[in-house]
């Protein structure tokens, strides 16, 4: 009994407690529109790529709509953890690292650890950069959801 009492006065004061924690996104988040931005490479669909929408207009450029991709190469758009993003032009930055060439050895207690790695970039750094990437999107909010697909080209394996 004593422990269901505790556990509801923990529950109602971390109920409390979020209503006071400060909101980290901005008090002038405009209006979000839904973006739905499929990213396929070669071809195929890229899993767990990160996509940035760079605004075009500086002023805007604090509203960052950031998602990854998933298994179908989608990436639903949010920005400061809403769905969508807000109107405007945009340029579109994918990125991918992976990495590979683990090395292994032994800890101090036996079991098999990795001891080196390195990182690899996956995708060609031009569309990894607002500045030359050449995939644009605009967000006018007038459509049901914005939506476009993008090819990133042939996987590459350059380190990090």
């Known amino acids: 009994m004593l422990r269901i009492y505790w556990s509801l006065i923990f529950s109602a004061t971390l109920l409390l407690c979020s209503g006071c924690q400060k909101n980290s996104q901005p008090d002038d988040l405009p209006k979000l529109y839904p973006c739905i ?26 509203y960052r709509a950031v998602t990854k991709t998933d298994a179908e190469g989608k990436a639903v758009m949010s920005t400061y953890g809403h769905n969508g993003a807000p109107a405007g032009k945009y340029k579109v930055v994918v990125s991918k690292k992976v990495d590979d060439d683990f090395v292994y050895g032994t800890s101090s207690t ?51």
């Open 37 to 62: 931005i499929t990213i396929t490479q070669d071809g195929k669909p890229l899993e767990d790529a990160g996509v940035e929408l760079a605004a075009e207009d500086q002023s805007a450029a604090k």
């Open 110 to 160: 036996g079991d098999k650890e990795i001891q080196k790695y390195n990182t690899y970039r996956t995708v060609e750094p031009k569309y990894s950069d607002a500045k030359t990437t050449p995939h644009e999107i605009e967000i006018t909010g007038k459509e049901k959801r914005a939506e476009a697909t993008f090819d990133v080209g042939k996987a590459i394996k350059t380190r990090y």
